[in-house]
């Protein structure tokens, strides 16, 4: 089976729906299967990184301890569009994991540095 | 008052299916009433006697059956929505000619009339919508 | 007088277009679900409401996206006081 | 069974979803119960009135039938958002069935002048 | 060229699972091959046995079992987005205690090692997403 | 070379800001289900392509939908011969 590297690009707040976490579950996968994987966070999806969160009140697992584990998992990788936190008015030191600011005109060139691009 | 609740949202996929369901909870527990509960578009999965999930996470479905059971809530699920989606009851799975049903004991399937009444009976209508 | 609720965060910006028209004095916006990311406190071009329109947020929304919010709080027994105190709803989702 | 005037606020593209569809079965069902229903197309939702529309190509059924059939259930009131026209730069003539176009300032007295709001 | 596709639509309400089908169609038509058909999320409705429509509506999970049938497609449904979600087969329905599967025929429960497999056996993936 | 799908209409204005932040030179876009709304000839602020960047829509969605485009109408086939001849598949929904 020859390797291939794979984008996923996650673009929903967490919670709301399970996008989110459902994300997670693929990243976690294709690390599973030792084939390299990049996060792309875009629009709502950055919020899924902000610090602080406890969904406990609304009976679901939290995200950040996932997120906490990619690193466990080889996913080091984490790239957010830059544009959309400055239009949430967020920096990137207020998320959980550091991560790789993207300007938009890097994103292009990102899906192309990459074989197979998973949008969920 | 008399409380009528609108489910557009599918469960495990959208949070509005929980939000509901807290919704009604915290409607009872202040002693107002609920006179129906319409599950309308996706939110006919919240109907599903076949969810199955880990210990530590929420079946949806099951909820609203306890809460049913232990208040006598009418729960109705939008029979045009529900079969079309597979949901079906023993009646309908018979009248599809399908070998096995899947709505849960204490969810009933009923028509759109049942939402026009439940507007016209209660004091208050609210709906949780998932998204599309 | 309405209460509105709205579900959708920011990146559905329609969403909360569509109920900002729809506001008027008197009205109460809840904020529930990924809607509570409206009330970021830095949010740029955020929300804007009307002159008498109370904001208000459910409080399990917030804790759980971990957000210092500006807008009021409200519990789920809360949620139902204001479901009283306005003569209809309606969701923007 | 005292009578009650119903709003239906429609704001999705038809076929794209079941939503515009699902709008016009609970009006329909209103009118049978003989209630008062007025609707309101905001958002996308305005592009259900477009005329022309032939979906037998993706498998649908046309929407435009059941459009012209509303005024048969004495549905005669049908409002659109006039920002939300304009923001797809239509105009109201290009629209299958005749309608009040509503300006935004109109749309909370519209709300207001109805016991019951329902959101598809 | 061997293509897979990925379906995050559910059926009825979002028109992204018929075009996932027209898709499919299309590639096979061509001449080319589908290593794959991988339903996630609500995509996993596509699975039904029991949805049950007028005859003059499309039923996509039976439009899938056909052209499974006639092309001998693997259609895989994620497993642990089909059991939260009351999508189950024989074997999961005993393993949940639960009397009935709606899982059709055609269809198989695997996990999601099942799409990475496929991304890594296909020139080409494609997915087919709803909202949210 | 990379295919875009977009099935989003003009109420998911980000849904359109993200597929064009991500598009270059030589990349196709293809609207697809309610996405084909971009493509209206009246739409104020509506698409703008990078350079060499070609714009499709689908045929049956057009039709279904009533709407004359501006876009290159494609086909079924049409559509997966562009998955041909781009190396992979983004789908913005």
Redo the contacts between chains.
């Keep these: 089976m020859s390797g291939k590297s794979f984008l996923i690009i996650s673009r929903s707040a967490p919670y709301g729906s399970s996008a989110a976490r459902d994300a997670l579950d693929v990243a976690l996968t294709c690390a599973v299967f030792e084939q390299p994987v990049t996060l792309l966070f875009m629009d709502d999806g950055v919020l899924q990184l902000l610090a602080g969160q406890d969904p406990q009140p609304i009976g679901q697992k939290n995200l950040n301890a996932v997120q906490q584990s990619l690193p466990l998992y080889d996913i080091e990788r984490l790239c957010v569009c830059r544009a959309s936190l400055d239009a949430r008015g967020l920096e990137t030191q207020q998320l959980l994991l550091p991560v790789e600011a993207v300007a938009a005109e890097a994103i292009a060139q990102l899906i192309a540095e990459h074989d197979v691009v998973l949008s969920i | 008052?008399l409380?009528s609740i609108?489910v557009?949202a599918?469960?495990?996929?959208?949070?509005?299916a929980?939000?509901a369901l807290?919704?009604a909870?915290?409607?009872l527990?202040?002693g107002?009433g609920i006179y129906r509960v319409f599950f309308?578009?996706?939110g006919i999965?919240n109907g599903?006697?076949?969810?199955?999930?880990p210990p530590?996470?929420?079946n949806i479905?099951a909820q609203w059956q306890a809460l049913a059971a232990e208040h006598g809530l009418d729960l109705v699920v939008c029979i045009?929505?529900a079969?079309?989606?597979?949901?079906?009851n023993a009646e309908?799975?018979q009248?599809?000619d399908?070998?096995?049903?899947?709505l849960a004991p204490g969810f009933e399937l009923s028509?759109?009339?049942q939402?026009?009444?439940a507007?016209?009976?209660s004091d208050?209508?609210?709906?949780?919508?998932?998204?599309? | 007088m309405t209460l509105h609720t709205l579900n959708q965060g920011p990146a559905n910006r329609s969403g909360l277009e569509s109920c900002q028209r729809a506001l008027q004095a008197g009205d109460t916006l809840l904020l529930i679900e990924d809607g509570v990311y409206w009330s970021l406190p830095g949010l740029p071009c955020g929300l804007e409401l009307p002159p008498q329109v109370q904001l208000c947020a459910l409080e399990a929304d917030l804790q759980a996206r971990g957000i210092a919010s500006l807008a009021q709080p409200v519990d789920d027994a809360g949620f139902v006081d204001l479901c009283l105190c306005h003569e209809r709803i309606v969701s923007w989702f």
């Design positions: 008052m409380f609108v557009h599918a469960p495990v996929q959208n949070q509005g929980d939000t807290r919704f909870r915290a409607v527990a202040a107002h309308y578009r996706d999965h599903s006697a076949l969810s199955s999930l530590d996470e929420a479905p045009a929505a079969v079309r989606r597979g949901m079906l309908e799975a009248r599809y399908r070998s096995s049903s899947n028509g759109l009339g939402l026009v009444d507007c016209l009976q208050r209508v609210i709906t949780f919508g998932g998204r599309s």
